[in-house]
């Protein structure tokens, strides 16, 4: 099986899956979106009231700011692959609770296996104790480090980044960073360097926040 068939074969999965209890309450299942053979990999939190509506992750008010922070690093959602720990939207948008993420922990990992990333971009807490269990944020955000056979980068989600301007510094310092770590990467892994496109001045992120917001 391919990898496009694989990814294909797990969304499947997680449009019927009855695991646990959100999908007691989910409106569409949200498996994740991008190109099998992407070389970077975000994985966020959970599924939000806007992409519980059409099925994709990141599309309310924080998916248009991480739109924002992939132009500045030279990438369109059509080079990454999205996706969350968890596949469907926990009820008023609360944290997901362990039982949750263990029951999509299988087709999360099966997705990293399919797609095979450089690079995991982890975005917020839940997604970075993932790799990094007990590991601080504030402290670690931006850092790439080596787990397993790829690289994983935690950020702080753009939710939060959106909620507190005082973060917002923070996660654009971050984006910056990441087409030169994915060339350190690509060199450590083996695979070719390649010089990425530029992005004109006029694609730089605005200083205005968006002031109607969602979390997730």
Known sequence: MSADEKINQLAKEVSTCAKCVLNESRKKSVPGDGPADAEIMFIGEGPGFHENEQGHPFVGASGKFLDQLLAQAGVTREDVFIANVVKCRPPGNRDPLPDELAACDTY??????????????????????????????STVHGQMQKVGERFVIPMFHPAAALHQAALKPSILGDFSKLPEQLQQARAALGKPVVVGKAKNKEEAIPDDTPKQLNLF
């Open 108 to 137: 999360l990992e099966a997705q990293i296996e399919a797609i095979n990333p450089s690079i995991i971009v982890t975005l917020g807490r839940f997604s970075m104790n993932k790799f990094f269990p007990g590991a601080k944020i």
